[in-house]
């Protein structure tokens, strides 16, 4: 249902006190959501925030809608059967990289494959916030926390490959230190039909500070940030790097030493294979891609069920709870 009149950032905010640490990189993300949200022409009662357990999963607290703060790991499970019984509500998936990644790592891979008409936001620390900083899915190898005092020895999960490898529809990243490239992407992963996969880059400033400086600080971001714009070329640092594919090998070339514009990859959201590759720029040899990795259309779990049932109700009528709880089994003893 559209909105009679235009909501504003100010009727998205509750009158809940919000209650992350002073500094994390959780408040932009909101602020950015409230921001977004008036923009999408919704009516705000057919909004619904659903989140798991975590720091970012207080979330839906804050947001002046209707939602829901369930059980650890569970949200994706909550909001597809939501998103089942009401398919015109707008359902926002609010999750962290453990709750989405560890505990919740089977209902997330479940519901991307599915193609729910709903977006999940990853909000990736890579730390467990909210118990206090032990090492996450998402915690590079030899990082030391409470839980790992020597060095995890877990190789750490890759959301963006995770994602594509569960067939997702929509797979991007931003990061909490780029306020308007993520409502950019907000408003993207509204527009998609399908399941939208969002990981956003949020900054630990008590547990995990400065994880992702390469990617927000002004003097380093130009040399570790690759931002994704459809149908350009993969240009970096300043206009002075690309990337070309040497057939499916990247490469890097110095634009600056004679290396040729034309040669360079040219972005390309629909083309899973070079969205696998993207997301493998998982380390220091290329710099970290930001924005739409990877997008297609696919028929929506929701459409299909819905069409499914009217042709059971077409060839067997409406039914009846009673026989379908009596089945076609049942006796009865005299």
């Known amino acids: 249902m559209e909105m009679e009149t235009k909501l504003t950032a100010r009727d998205l905010s509750s009158d809940q006190e919000v209650k992350w640490c002073p500094g994390c990189g959780d408040y932009s993300i909101l602020k950015q959501m409230q921001s977004v949200v008036p923009e999408l022409g919704i009516a705000r009662e057919d909004i619904v925030f659903i989140s798991g ?9 804050y947001m002046n809608t209707y939602g829901m703060h369930s059980i650890h790991g569970r949200a994706p499970a909550v909001a597809t059967g939501l998103k089942i019984a009401n398919p015109d509500l707008s359902i926002w998936v609010i999750t962290g990289d453990g ?11 479940h519901l991307l494959r599915r193609n729910v008409d709903l977006n999940v936001l990853l909000f990736n620390n890579q730390i467990y916030g909210l118990t206090k900083g ?11 926390t409470k839980s790992s005092p020597l060095g995890s020895v877990d190789h750490p999960f890759n959301p963006l490959a995770l994602a594509l490898g569960a067939d997702a529809t929509f797979v991007a990243r931003s990061i909490d230190r780029d306020p308007k490239h993520m409502r950019e992407i907000l408003t993207a992963s509204n527009k998609h039909k399908g399941t939208s996969f969002i990981e956003v880059y949020q900054n630990c ?25 459809e149908g350009q070329p993969l240009i970096f640092d300043q206009g002075k790097k690309g990337i070309r594919l ?39 040899n290329f710099p970290r891609a930001f924005g ?20 059971a109700k077409g060839a067997m009528g409406e039914g009846d709870l009673d026989d379908l709880i009596r089945g076609k089994r049942s006796w009865t003893v005299e």
Request: aromatic share 12%; net charge negative; hydrophobic share 35%.
């Open 53 to 61: 357990i975590g720091c970012s999963s207080r979330f839906p607290y």
């Open 99 to 109: 709750d989405g990644l560890s505990i919740g790592g089977n209902h997330l891979i």
């Open 134 to 144: 032990q090492y996450s899915p998402t915690s590079e190898m030899g990082k030391k």
């Open 205 to 229: 400033n008590v547990f995990n500070d400065g994880t992702f400086l390469n990617f927000s600080d002004k003097k380093l971001k130009d040399a570790f940030v690759l931002m994704l714009e």
């Open 246 to 284: 040497n057939g499916l090998k990247p490469e890097i070339v110095n634009l600056e030493e004679g290396a040729s514009a034309n040669d360079l990859w040219i972005h390309d959201s629909k083309d899973p294979t070079k969205a696998y590759i993207l997301s493998r720029f998982f380390d220091e």
């Open 292 to 311: 739409i990795i990877y997008q297609e259309d696919r028929n929506t779990y929701e459409d299909v069920l819905m069409d499914q049932l009217d042709q």
